[in-house]
């Protein structure tokens, strides 16, 4: 087995049932908390009330009885409430949970159901954006199981439905769905400019949560394209956001996304130290899901890198990740990664013991074939070191079919070239001619693809190019416009104290002159508050009460030296100037009697 291949299989083998599902609202609450705010003086439903039902399922498991106690909580209040909106929400959010956590249990087919429920109700009482809400579950219920058409097509019709009522925060909602499906087609072009669609879409709305959302996926997005210098951009623009915005949740995320990509870069200093702030936070917040994501990425961690041994110390030294694989039921996972360990130390019978204690738990799942795929070839490989060839090419065999059902090429490959080694070995040379021939057809497609995926990255990178160019257009084109715009004003300010000079300078009522000084030195001190604008915003960060403070202060020194340059000039011209042109006047009229 090639170390590629291994770090491959330990990813699934670890994370692959360990999805714990992400908070859905710009806060986050302990339990405590969230349980004080539900029993609190407010009983009567509303949105923010589902909200807090939401946050608080989502910090345990669905086959933990304290959930199906909130969630019959929910059901009965929105259903006492007879409120069609907050019903068709209450059961959109409940399918959202079910349908966050992947593989093990049957949560995708509990889900479900509540989905059904929220369509109905949305279709019944024409509520359109719980109508694309319920296509959003129905797209990812889909992936689950592998139909990514049908996926697809749910995802279009949420996009559609966004349109026609043109709602911005649930077309950023429906990009970002669809950009999944487009990654379980492999089709990054596409994904790329789905995520491109939800960050332009979130910005719009003004909606935190979906800005944050979509700087994450795109840093995701340059996290598995390889390319993390622009992965940590994107997830260093989330955390900054997320601070200044105070969204915990988002900041743990980016902090969290920042010590992974650190750590897979070999820099385990770094990343430790973004770990441990992310650490650092969800005690504050009092969240251990949180805290539990940041050791199941340790986890995998140590074995994705070849060292399982490691992997065991440190899952024995974190009891609370044995508590939550033993609430899962997924300790038979276990199995699979001392029968890694096993085969390691080249004790293949023990390898081969662990893993048939865990095949009837793991190919008893729904769907998820990628998983089944490589725990069959896991076993495969324990045959071969044995040198069972019998029972390594029945296997393969299983994993042939595994790999057709998860439609994936590399595995197709992969599975053909040990076909046709353990055809030889058998001595079935007829089989291993034709496994060999779709060898050669898989190894060719994928060098197809590959050189695809280099001209993709080449138009992705062209792309970014394309819109860094306009965004740079487009601040020359509003720098350029707004230049005008000051020299237009600074010359119609100029203007107005000319007239007024000439005001002074002709016999024109002292209230006129006094009434245009007035509306000159306004416009005037306007002028100066707005070309200051721009620097009061990036010294308080556009923070409102920092920015009224500012102001304060400034147009408290602007008032007084305001009115005492108004009597100036009010003087001046109403007395001065008279007396200035009473001498000229004077003057000439001497001149001209001496003449």
Same mark, same amino acid.
């Given at each position: 087995?090639?170390?590629?291949?291994?770090?491959?299989?330990?990813?699934?083998?670890?994370?692959?049932?360990?999805?714990?599902?992400?908070?859905?609202?710009?806060?986050?609450?302990?339990?405590?908390?969230?349980?004080?705010?539900?029993?609190?003086?407010?009983?009567?439903?509303? &949105?923010?009330?589902?909200?807090?039902?939401?946050?608080?399922? #989502?910090?345990?498991?669905?086959?933990?009885?304290?959930?199906?106690?909130?969630?019959?909580?929910?059901?009965?209040?929105? $259903?006492?409430?007879?409120?069609?909106?907050?019903?068709?929400?209450?059961?959109?959010?409940?399918?959202?949970?079910?349908?966050? +956590?992947?593989?093990?249990?049957?949560?995708?087919?509990?889900?479900?159901?509540?989905?059904?429920?929220?369509?109905?109700?949305?279709?019944?009482?024409?509520?359109?954006? @719980?109508? *694309?809400?319920?296509?959003?579950? +129905? !797209?990812?219920?889909?992936?689950?199981?592998?139909?990514?058409?049908?996926?697809?097509?749910?995802?279009?019709?949420?996009?559609?439905?966004?349109? *026609?009522?043109?709602?911005?925060?649930?077309?950023?909602?429906?990009?970002?769905?669809?950009?999944?499906?487009?990654?379980?087609?492999?089709?990054?072009?596409?994904?790329?400019?789905?995520?491109?669609?939800?960050?332009?879409?979130?910005?719009?709305?003004?909606?935190?949560?979906?800005?944050?959302?979509?700087?994450?996926?795109?840093?995701?997005? %340059?996290?598995?394209?390889?390319?993390?210098?622009?992965?940590?951009?994107?997830?260093?623009?989330?955390?900054?956001?997320?601070?200044?915005?105070?969204?915990?949740?988002?900041?743990?995320?980016?902090?969290?996304?920042?010590?992974?990509?650190?750590?897979?870069?070999?820099?385990?200093?770094?990343? #430790?130290?973004?770990?441990?702030?992310?650490?650092?936070?969800?005690?504050?917040?009092?969240?251990?899901?949180?805290?539990?994501?940041? @050791?199941?990425?340790?986890?995998?961690?140590?074995?994705?890198?070849?060292?399982?041994?490691?992997?065991? #110390?440190?899952?024995?030294?974190?009891?609370?990740?044995?508590?939550?694989?033993?609430?899962?039921?997924?300790?038979?996972?276990?199995?699979?990664?001392?029968?890694?360990?096993? &085969?390691?130390?080249?004790?293949?019978? &023990?390898?081969?013991?662990?893993?048939?204690?865990?095949?009837?738990?793991?190919?008893?799942?729904?769907?998820?074939?990628?998983?089944?795929?490589?725990?069959?070839?896991?076993?495969?490989?324990?045959?071969?070191?044995?040198?069972?060839? $019998?029972?390594?090419?029945?296997?393969?065999?299983?994993?042939?079919?595994?790999?057709?059902?998860?439609?994936?090429?590399?595995?197709?490959?992969?599975?053909?070239?040990?076909?046709?080694?353990?055809?030889? *070995?058998?001595?079935?040379?007829?089989?291993?001619?034709?496994?060999?021939?779709?060898?050669?057809?898989?190894?060719?497609?994928?060098?197809?693809? *590959?050189?695809?995926?280099?001209?993709?990255?080449?138009?992705?990178?062209?792309?970014?190019?394309?819109?860094?160019?306009?965004?740079?257009?487009?601040?020359?084109?509003?720098?350029?416009?707004?230049?005008?715009? %000051?020299?237009?004003? #600074? !010359?119609?300010?100029?203007?107005?104290?000319?007239?007024?000079?000439?005001?002074?300078?002709?016999?024109?009522?002292?209230?006129?002159?006094?009434?245009?000084?007035?509306?000159?030195?306004?416009?005037?001190?306007?002028?100066?508050?707005?070309?200051?604008? $721009?620097?009061?915003?990036?010294?308080?960060? /556009?923070?409102?009460?920092?920015?009224? /403070?500012?102001?304060?202060?400034?147009?408290?020194?602007?008032?007084?030296?305001?009115?005492?340059?108004?009597?100036?000039?009010?003087?001046?011209?109403?007395?001065?100037?008279?007396?200035?042109?009473?001498?000229?006047?004077?003057?000439?009229?001497?001149?001209?009697?001496?003449?």
């Amino acid at each position: 087995m090639t170390e590629p291949y291994m770090k491959r299989l330990f990813y699934c083998l670890v994370l692959g049932f360990f999805v714990v599902p992400a908070i859905a609202q710009d806060f986050a609450f302990s339990k405590d908390s969230l349980r004080s705010l539900l029993n609190g003086p407010d009983q009567a439903i509303s &949105s923010h009330r589902i909200l807090l039902y939401t946050n608080l399922l #989502t910090q345990y498991l669905p086959n933990d009885p304290v959930f199906d106690s909130l969630k019959n909580r929910l059901i009965e209040e929105v $259903e006492n409430s007879r409120d069609r909106e907050m019903m068709a929400m209450a059961y959109d959010q409940i399918a959202k949970i079910y349908l966050s +956590y992947g593989g093990g249990r049957d949560f995708y087919e509990q889900g479900k159901p509540y989905a059904d429920k929220c369509m109905q109700i949305a279709v019944e009482n024409r509520l359109d954006a @719980y109508k *694309a809400s319920s296509c959003f579950r +129905y !797209a990812r219920y889909w992936l689950e199981h592998s139909r990514v058409q049908k996926a697809l097509d749910y995802n279009n019709q949420s996009i559609s439905i966004a349109s *026609a009522i043109r709602s911005d925060s649930l077309l950023a909602l429906a990009y970002g769905y669809i950009s999944e499906t487009w990654d379980q087609m492999a089709n990054r072009l596409s994904e790329f400019q789905a995520l491109l669609n939800e960050r332009d879409f979130a910005e719009k709305s003004g909606v935190h949560y979906l800005i944050l959302h979509s700087y994450t996926d795109l840093g995701k997005f %340059y996290e598995d394209g390889k390319d993390p210098e622009k992965a940590k951009d994107f997830f260093t623009l989330s955390l900054k956001r997320s601070r200044e915005w105070g969204d915990g949740y988002s900041l743990f995320n980016s902090l969290r996304a920042l010590g992974r990509i650190h750590f897979a870069e070999k820099n385990e200093s770094l990343g #430790t130290s973004f770990y441990n702030k992310a650490i650092t936070l969800s005690d504050s917040l009092k969240i251990q899901s949180m805290k539990i994501q940041i @050791y199941l990425d340790l986890l995998n961690y140590y074995f994705n890198n070849g060292d399982p041994k490691k992997g065991f #110390t440190y899952l024995n030294e974190h009891p609370e990740l044995m508590d939550l694989i033993e609430k899962y039921g997924i300790t038979y996972q276990l199995n699979k990664l001392y029968a890694v360990l096993k &085969s390691n130390e080249q004790n293949y019978d &023990s390898a081969l013991y662990y893993l048939k204690v865990a095949m009837p738990l793991e190919l008893a799942q729904n769907g998820n074939f990628n998983e089944k795929y490589n725990f069959i070839i896991q076993l495969a490989n324990v045959y071969q070191n044995l040198q069972r060839f $019998e029972d390594q090419k029945n296997t393969l065999l299983l994993a042939n079919r595994l790999a057709d059902s998860a439609d994936d090429l590399y595995f197709r490959r992969d599975v053909a070239q040990q076909l046709d080694s353990v055809f030889v *070995a058998v001595h079935d040379y007829k089989n291993a001619e034709h496994y060999l021939s779709l060898f050669n057809l898989y190894r060719d497609s994928l060098e197809s693809l *590959a050189k695809q995926k280099d001209l993709l990255n080449i138009e992705i990178g062209n792309a970014n190019k394309r819109l860094l160019q306009e965004k740079e257009a487009e601040l020359t084109a509003t720098r350029k416009r707004n230049n005008l715009e %000051y020299l237009g004003i #600074t !010359a119609a300010i100029a203007t107005v104290f000319i007239i007024l000079v000439l005001f002074g300078v002709f016999k024109i009522s002292p209230a006129v002159i006094r009434a245009l000084g007035f509306f000159a030195f306004i416009f005037l001190f306007e002028f100066i508050v707005l070309l200051l604008d $721009e620097q009061i915003h990036e010294f308080t960060h /556009g923070e409102p009460w920092k920015i009224l /403070g500012v102001k304060i202060i400034i147009i408290s020194l602007l008032l007084p030296f305001h009115h005492w340059l108004e009597e100036k000039m009010h003087h001046y011209l109403t007395h001065k100037v008279p007396k200035i042109r009473n001498r000229s006047l004077e003057k000439l009229r001497q001149t001209d009697e001496r003449n």
